[in-house]
Each structure stands twice: as C-alpha cells, then as structure tokens.
C-alpha cells in the first residue's frame, strides 16, 4: 500500500504562486512515478504534470507548461509542484498519485491522495 498526502493548497490571487507538497510513504511498495492531477468543480479530473521516479524525467500538460514545475526530494519521499503566474482557471482539489508509468494519465496510477484545494481568485 502506499499513502499519498497533499499539502500547501489555499487562496491567491492571480498571478501569484502556490508551492504544494505531496508526502509518499508505503511498505515499499515499488512506483515508477508519481502524478499530479486537478478536478475542477463540474468538469473531469486532468492530468497537470508527472515525474518518473526512475530518472526524473518530468511532463506537462499544455495548460500549464513553463508556469508549473514538479520535483522531488527524494530524501524526503516529496514530490512537490511548484505553481506560478496562477490564473483563475488554475482552481480546483489538486491529487497526487502514484502508478508504474509516467504519463498524466489516470489509468496509470493506482494509489491517490485526499486532495488540497486550489483557488485563484481576486
């Protein structure tokens, strides 16, 4: 089994930053990635961003290429999406999740977190 807990979501304004964390913790239970997806109120979950835990290869979605940037600390079992120049279409209960292949696609995760609401709002 492996847990997944998000963190740092709350309220900005647009153009602003949000760091979120998400915590990985298991019995070693092997995944070759980890994911971030968001769920905007009356609309399907879609993938944001994802990095494999293999060789750190990161990927994008369109909507938020060159203004989101995933990493991990891997001493610290975290990986973390960095969220700049946030617009109010950015909004939504952000997921993490871990699956055995690096895509932002749900198919590929089998274990999910909570989530942590994001809202950009002036």
């Known amino acids: 089994q492996v847990h997944l807990v998000e963190s740092g979501g709350g309220l900005v304004q647009p153009g602003g930053s949000l760091r979120l964390s998400c915590l990985v913790s298991?019995?070693?239970?092997?995944?070759?990635?980890i994911g971030w997806f968001r769920q905007a109120p009356g609309k399907e979950r879609e993938g944001v961003s994802c990095?494999?835990?293999?060789?750190?290869?990161?990927t994008y979605a369109d909507s938020v290429k060159d203004r989101f940037t995933i990493s991990r600390d891997k001493a610290k079992s975290t990986v973390y999406l960095e969220m700049n120049n946030l617009k109010p279409e950015d909004s939504a209960v952000y997921y993490c999740?871990?699956?055995?292949?690096?895509?932002?696609?749900?198919?590929?995760?089998?274990?999910w977190g909570q989530g942590t609401q994001v809202t950009v709002s002036s």
């Open positions: 298991g019995n070693g239970v092997p995944h070759d990635a």
């Open positions: 999740a871990a699956g055995s292949l690096p895509a932002t696609i749900e198919r590929s995760y089998n274990y």
């Open positions: 990095i494999s835990t293999r060789d750190e290869i990161a």
